[in-house]
């Protein structure tokens, strides 16, 4: 009797160096602060300090040699050294240039003028400390500390993430995320949007049924998405936003106010970016203040000249409510939308640190008719979402998380008229076809301008990218037929392919992103990174070669099984012999030998495979008509295992 | 021809065969991982469990759905759901970048599916499309009906006319109980097989589904 064969699920090979179990952590990266999580036997922790903070503040300093602080030192450096100091980085996350005229003047950044060579796609380059740096870079910086936070607490290596987004978060954004996440050595297994990300943390816990809505106000962004949840399932609805509006406008708000009334004393003063960070501060502590007191004073100081200012809660409110408005006006959309009446919500869930504004629970409660929900920490309800989605992607879980595109897709066509190709709130991933021809004979080669946004005019949208599709074989015009598929994922980010139909060549697509990095800084940036960095990319292809191998080795296995008898005992213990090395190989370091030796497997077992397949048309045939079985093969749609 | 006919009509030879006849031994594919023998429009390897390109299927069948227009929006989540739960990327994380590819597609499909099901125009659309010539284009059915263009443009006159929320509010309510009518008449059209009847409703709902969107446009626009 052969020995019993051990068989993994493929792709489930343990990891020799990774010590036990896969493990993945959470992360939400925020605006204002950012919170890292483990999940744990289907609950999430958060990651804490020594002192047992669990907010990360998403501010970094940056020394002379460029190394970089990150959290609450970084914060504290903001007062006294504030032109090392950056903070809400994440505001300029896929922001071009062309994006600066509505930014410039308001954010507490020196920009560095835009690239003189523009091969990095006209990302902005935040100036601080003496260094340039694009946003990528310093969100790579805030997530590396997030991951060396994990590493000391759950001492061991991380290598893989849950990374959250808003939800309203276009296509540059999301890329600029995730290559964010790759610089600071993570593997992004999935983005998830942040009200997702909370609705997975409230529903678990609360066993919630019915349709949810999550109104998720953060430091810089603002979301909320009606969600269906059934059962285990999340499934979003319809989900709206403004990626650019958060508490950093109320403390903006509040900041003017106080500048107002400075100008009023002492006329007109140039204030450095120094001088807007500190206001900005005031503002912030101002605000936070007057959620739980009636009103307050506070003080600032510029070029040695105090002011004193007294702010009462109504005045604060009164500067508050364009703002929050917006908020209740985007919710009201959504609800449309959706076609959902706010008597259906079950539920409303408040994220975000800006949601203890008290205006805020006001006016949503004034909108939903109900008291929101607010029992998870709203600081770290994405974070443990996140947490509880990474433990579902690496061990498997029965939670789903159905997600919807937050913006239409379109391209452009004649006149600079938007034809939206793919609508908001379709649900992920999708790819819709689209064909394009040509208008000159012999014309060999197109360009398609592909943007992001729900207006008529290409003007008024976002430009993703610039498609070049060459190698269109001549012919007259209007007779190639060329085929452009663009597909998003269930990141939430898009590719394009293209093909021409005729002849059947696959079309070259040249991708210049609007607002990226392009895949050479990309790759300059990862081999800059810290020493290290090398050594996470070949550990990253030897996983991928151990899982790849792992695969095999399985469905081989399978096979045997299945069919076994197939072989001659020579044959069987030759397979079975290289399996054991394709094993042995996997238990090693060396990542070629792992994919010299699976694929010496595959080739060794291939007369396996083709005596399986004359056995399984034998019997698919049996002396029977073709047709009959076509017939029994479409009444049989099962879906296994 | 009765209905039941029309049904079995509707149920065959609308979509490319999953599987070429010409040759007996292309009934089945070999799977891409064990390289073993796979039945068509299987979504996993019965050997080695390996997940399976989508293949060719109309959206019923590759839900598991009996085809016709009457589709209970409950049931829809329910195999829509129970179909993701195994064929969603998420289940696919850590797998081989293969089977993630495919774990797309297979995922793609079924939204795609899901969403032409769940919305009553798309729906009707697409069985016009699947019951009358395989060629033309989902939504080409145009019909010649001056009945419907007449009554299209008294409703947008009136609407263009309308000075005050509460007006327009009147002619959406009007506009939404057409819709139910429309979409009730789809189901006993379909169901009694008469595709010109059919046709010509749902030429209607995309005009009645217009009317709807510009009412509340127009609604957003005297209200502010």
Redesign the interface.
């Known amino acids: 009797m052969p020995p019993l064969l051990q068989i993994h699920e493929p792709g489930a090979t343990p990891e020799p160096d990774s010590g036990g179990a896969p493990l993945a952590i959470g992360i939400d990266l925020g605006t204002t602060n950012s919170v890292v999580a483990v999940g744990r036997g289907g609950s999430a922790e958060v990651l804490r300090d020594e002192d047992g903070m669990g907010l990360v503040p998403s501010v970094v300093a940056y020394a002379a040699d460029g190394s970089a602080i990150v959290g609450e030192l970084a914060r504290q450096l903001l007062l006294d050294r504030p032109e090392v100091v950056v903070s809400s980085i994440k505001r300029l996350m896929g922001r071009g240039s062309a994006d600066l005229k509505t930014l410039a003047g308001t954010l507490p950044y020196e920009l560095a003028a835009p690239a003189d060579t523009d091969t990095a796609g006209g990302m902005v380059r935040v100036v601080v400390g003496g260094h340039t740096l694009s946003p990528v870079e310093i969100s790579a910086d805030i997530l590396r500390a997030l991951r060396d936070r994990a590493e000391t607490v759950l001492g061991r290596r991380i290598e893989r993430a849950v990374v959250t987004v808003p939800a309203y978060f276009d296509d540059a954004a999301r890329t600029a995320t995730r290559d964010a996440a790759r610089l600071a050595g993570l593997d992004v297994l999935r983005l998830v949007n942040e009200p997702t990300a909370a609705a997975l943390a409230y529903g678990l816990d609360d066993g919630a049924e019915g349709i949810y809505a999550v109104y998720d106000l953060g430091g810089g962004t603002f979301d909320v998405s009606l969600l269906n949840m059934q059962k285990g399932v999340f499934q979003v609805l319809a989900t709206g936003g403004d990626a650019s509006l958060g508490g950093d406008d109320f403390d903006h708000a509040v900041a003017e106010h106080f500048l107002a009334g400075r100008k009023a004393k002492y006329g007109e003063e140039v204030l450095d970016s120094t001088a807007v960070k500190m206001a900005l501060m005031t503002g912030r502590i101002a605000k936070e203040c007057l959620s739980s007191q009636k009103w307050g004073e506070w003080s600032l100081e510029v070029d040695g000249r105090h002011s004193l200012h007294r702010l009462e809660r109504p005045e604060l409110e009164a500067l508050l409510t364009p703002l929050v408005e917006r908020t209740i006006d985007i919710c009201a959309g959504v609800l449309d939308d959706a076609g959902i009446d706010p008597a259906d919500v079950r539920g409303v869930v408040l994220v975000g640190g800006s949601t203890r504004v008290p205006l805020v629970r006001k006016r949503v409660a004034e909108l939903f008719g109900r008291e929101p929900l607010s029992d998870i920490n709203p600081d770290e309800v994405v974070a443990v979402g996140a947490a509880l989605q990474a433990e579902a992607l690496t061990r498997g879980s029965d939670t789903l998380l159905l997600d919807v595109t937050p913006l239409s897709l379109g391209i452009e066509t004649m006149g600079g008229i938007v034809e939206k190709i793919i609508p908001r709130n379709t649900p992920i991933p999708v790819a819709k076809a689209q064909e394009f021809t040509t208008y000159q004979d012999g014309q060999r080669a197109m360009s398609i301008q592909v943007v992001q946004g729900e207006r008529e005019l290409v003007a008024d949208c976002r430009s993703l990218a610039q498609f070049e599709l060459r190698g269109i074989p001549p012919m007259t015009a209007g007779a190639a037929r060329i085929q452009v598929m663009f597909a998003v994922d269930a990141d939430g980010l898009l590719t394009v392919s293209a093909r021409e139909q005729t002849t059947g060549t696959e079309q070259t697509v040249a991708v210049k992103p609007s607002y990226g990095l392009a895949e050479d800084d990309m790759a300059r940036m990862l081999y800059e990174a810290l020493e290290h960095g090398a050594r996470d990319m070949q550990l990253r292809v030897l996983a991928e070669a151990r899982v790849e191998a792992g695969r095999v080795v399985g469905a081989l296995a399978s096979a045997l099984v299945a069919d076994g008898d197939l072989l001659t005992d020579d044959e069987r213990r030759a397979i079975e012999g290289q399996m054991a090395a394709v094993r042995g190989a996997i238990a090693g370091e060396d990542r070629d030998a792992i994919t010299a030796a699976a694929e010496t497997l595959e080739a060794l077992s291939r007369p396996f495979a083709e005596r399986r397949m004359d056995r399984g048309i034998r019997a698919a045939l049996g002396g029977r008509d073709v047709r009959e079985f076509e017939g029994a093969a479409e009444g049989d749609r099962e879906i296994g295992p | 021809m009765d209905g039941s006919e029309r049904r079995e009509r509707m149920g065959h030879g609308f979509e490319p ?3 070429a ?1 010409a040759h ?2 292309a ?2 594919a ?2 891409w ?5 796979v ?6 390897c ?5 997940v399976q390109p989508p293949g060719q ?1 109309d959206h019923f ?1 590759r839900l ?1 759905l009996d085809l016709g227009y009457d589709v209970d929006a409950a049931d829809l ?1 329910r195999v829509y ?6 064929l ?4 696919f ?5 293969r ?1 993630r590819a495919l774990s ?1 597609s297979q ?2 499909a079924l ?2 599916a ?2 032409t099901l769940k919305d009553p125009l798309r729906r009707a659309d697409y069985l016009l499309h699947l019951s009358r010539d395989a060629a033309t284009p989902e939504g080409c059915n145009l019909v010649n009906d001056m009945e419907l263009l007449t009554e299209a443009m008294e409703l947008r006159e009136a609407l263009a006319e309308a000075g005050s929320p509460a007006e327009v509010r009147v002619l959406a309510a009007r506009a939404a109980d057409d819709i139910r009518r429309c979409t009730s008449g789809l189901s006993d059209a379909f169901a009694a097989g008469d595709l010109d009847v059919a046709s010509r409703l749902t030429t209607r709902l995309k005009y009645l589904r217009k009317l709807a969107d510009d009412c ?1 446009t127009r609604r957003l626009q005297l209200s502010v």
């Open positions: 065969a999953p599987i006849t007996g031994e009934a089945l070999a799977c991982s064990c390289f073993g023998p039945r068509p429009a299987i979504l996993f019965q050997t080695c469990t390996a299927a069948s598991g989540d759901f129970q179909h993701q739960r195994q969603h990327p998420d289940r994380a850590t797998r081989t970048p089977e797309q995922a793609t939204n795609e899901y969403e509340r």
